[in-house]
DNA sequence: CTATGATAGTATATTTTTGCTACTTTGTCA
DNA sequence: TGACAAAGTAGCAAAAATATACTATCATAG
C-alpha cells in the first residue's frame, strides 16, 4: 500500500460508520422445552449455520420498530411481548465489516404462532445456547437471552407471555418450571400468583381426569 | 449562532448508516447522595445544557473500549465498575442526524476520584433524573441507570463499587440506604452480608463515640 | 473521674415466606 | 363400579425477613 493509499483509507475509516443492525430472539414453549426462533443461513458468511432473526436497521425507523419488522417478516406475528436485551459490538463479530448488533427477546405463547412457508424454524435453546456452530455471536445472545427470562420470571409477569390468554393453572405453572428448571410445589405456586389470575367460568374437558379451572391474567388496576 | 442556524447548516442528508456513540453515566455517593457526572455542552445542539460524558464509537474499538475511553478522557479513572444499560435509537433524539447510543452506567467511590480541571462536575441524580432540561434523552438514561442500580444492589454486589477497598459497616449500610432509598435495621443488614465482608484488625478512631471495625470485600473463592 | 451524648454492635422476639407431606375431589375408562 | 390420573386444598415445620430492645465504647463537658 503507498502512502496516498494508506491516508486515504485512513481518513474513509475516519468518517466511516458501523452497521447496526438488530437480531431478535424469538422464544417460545414447544414440548415442555424452551425453544428459540433460529434460521438457517442461505449466504456468506456462515452459510449453513443457524442464525437468529435479524436485520439491518432502516434509516426511518426506530432500533424497536427494526426489531417488530424483522420478527413480522419472519412470523407474521405482531403484538407481542418483546424488550431489549443487550447491545454487541465486538470488532470481529461479523467478519465482512464492523457491525453492531441490538439484541431483543420475544415471547409469544405456541398456540398462538402460524410458521410461515419459509427456513424459520424453532429449536431447543439450550441446545443453541450450548453450540459452537451458531452464525456470529448468536449462541451468546441466545445464551444471554434464557437468562434475562430465568430471572425476569421471579420478579415480572413475562409467564403469562408464553401461555395463551385463557389458560389452566397447572399449565402455567409448568411455564414457571420450564423457565426456572426446576419443579415446583402445587400449593405454594398458586398463592404466589393468586393476585395475578382471574378465574373465567369456564374448565377444561375431555381428559382422563379432573378438569382444571380456566384463568386469564388479571389486568392490574393502575 | 442560534440554534435553528445550526441546525440549518447541518444538513447531512440521510446517510445509509446512523451515528453510533456510547454515553456513559458516571455514579457516586457525595453528601449522602447519589450523584452522577455531568457536563456543560459548549456546542450546539442544547448549548449550555449537561450531559452525560459521550464519544462516537471508534472503528476500531468495541463498545466497551469506547466507553472507558470516554471515562478515561474526563476523569482519568480506569478500573471501575462499569456495565451497559441500553441502547437508545430514537429518530430524534439528536436533532442533528440520526445516532444510536449505547448507554453505560459506573460506579466509582466519590474518595477515589479527582476531577481533573474541565466542565465535568457532579449532580444530584434524582435531579438530573427528573430535570427536563437535560441534553438529548440523557435525563431518561440517568433515570434508567438509576433504576438498574436500585435493582442490582439487591442481587448483586455493585454497592461494594462505591464505598473504599477498606470500609465500615456503618459506611456501607449507607451505601445501601441512599441507592434503596429508605432506612434499613442494622442487625438484619449485618446477617445479610456478614458472608461478604472480611474483617481486618483496623478500627476508626478520633471519633466521638465507639469505633467501628473496618472491613473488607471478601473475594469469592470460585 | 464521672455523667452524657452519640454511634457501634448484639440478642431476641415476631411475622411472613418457603419447603414439604398428606389428603380430598372429580373426571375418564375398562 | 372400581381403578387411574391429575386437580385442587389443608396444614405443619423450617427458614428467612422484619422489627424492637438492649449493651458497649469512644470523646467530651462538667
Chains 1, 2 share one sequence.
Not at 441446545?127 to 434475562?148: C, K, L, M, P, T
Request: with cysteine; charged share 25%; aromatic share 10%.
Amino acid at each position: 500500500m503507498t502512502e496516498q493509499e494508506f491516508l486515504k483509507q485512513y481518513h474513509r475509516e475516519d468518517y466511516d460508520r458501523p452497521s447496526v443492525t438488530v437480531d431478535l430472539a424469538l422464544f417460545t414453549i414447544q414440548d415442555e422445552k424452551l425453544k428459540v426462533l433460529m434460521i438457517h443461513r442461505k449466504e456468506h458468511p456462515f452459510q449453513g449455520k443457524l442464525s437468529l432473526v435479524g436485520t439491518f436497521v432502516g434509516m426511518q425507523e426506530s432500533l424497536d420498530e427494526s426489531a417488530v419488522r424483522a420478527l413480522n417478516q419472519k412470523t407474521g406475528l405482531h403484538d407481542i411481548y418483546f424488550e431489549q436485551l443487550y447491545t454487541w459490538g465486538n470488532l470481529d463479530r461479523d467478519p465482512r465489516m464492523r457491525v453492531i448488533s441490538v439484541s431483543y427477546y420475544a415471547l409469544v405463547p405456541s398456540e398462538s404462532i402460524q410458521l410461515p412457508e419459509g427456513d424459520a424454524q424453532f429449536y431447543s435453546a439450550d441446545e443453541i445456547a450450548n453450540s459452537d456452530e451458531i452464525a456470529f455471536d448468536h449462541s451468546q445472545i441466545v445464551r444471554y437471552g434464557i437468562e434475562r427470562i430465568r430471572n425476569k420470571v421471579n420478579y415480572t409477569d413475562i409467564a403469562f407471555s408464553l401461555v395463551p390468554e385463557e389458560f389452566t393453572l397447572p399449565q402455567l405453572q409448568k411455564v414457571y418450571e420450564i423457565l426456572l428448571g426446576q419443579k415446583l410445589y402445587k400449593a405454594n405456586f398458586r398463592k404466589k400468583i393468586a393476585d395475578k389470575i382471574q378465574p373465567t367460568n369456564k374448565m377444561t374437558s375431555g381428559e382422563a381426569h379432573r378438569p382444571s379451572h380456566i384463568y386469564r391474567k388479571k389486568e392490574s388496576i393502575c
